[in-house]
């Protein structure tokens, strides 16, 4: 197809990934090695090591240090993310942008948006608690 590029992730152009023998373990170091080289992407490590996707997670879940090291990198990949975003919020004036993060991020400065509606509708409830209470009363 035009405009895809004719080869599988994690490979270079014009190489094939090598499968693995069955049954022949795979280097848990080197599974650490490339979950730190693609920040958590089960899959490309998969296709590095030419494997699928299924059977680097198993071996993640059997490893205690391994899942870890996976949970870690993914919370350095949302971090870089959250920063990018900050970022883009303050360069750009991103107003909607700006308004997402101040709702869920700073919703212990008050920032909370259920907050902001809880208020509203005290108020509306106030102000038609006080009409019906008018109505109710004859003037004298």
Not at 46 to 59: E, K, N, W
Not at 80 to 106: N, Y
């Amino acid at each position: 197809m035009a405009g895809f590029p004719s080869v599988k992730k994690g490979n270079k152009i014009g190489q094939v990934a090598k499968r693995p023998h069955p049954g022949v373990a795979l280097d848990q170091k080197l599974i650490a090695k490339l979950i730190i080289e693609h920040t958590g992407n089960l899959s490309r490590v998969a296709d590095t090591l030419g494997s699928c996707r299924g059977v680097i997670r198993r071996i993640v879940d059997k490893n205690p240090e391994l899942g870890e090291l996976l949970r870690q990198q993914r919370e350095r990949q949302l971090d870089q993310l959250e920063q990018s975003c900050f970022e883009r919020a303050i360069e750009e004036k991103d107003t909607t942008l700006q308004l997402f993060l101040l709702k869920t991020q700073g919703k212990s400065r008050g920032y909370d948006q259920n907050e902001a509606q809880n208020a509203a509708k005290d108020i509306a409830t106030a102000a038609f608690d006080f009409i019906i209470s008018k109505q109710n009363k004859p003037t004298v």
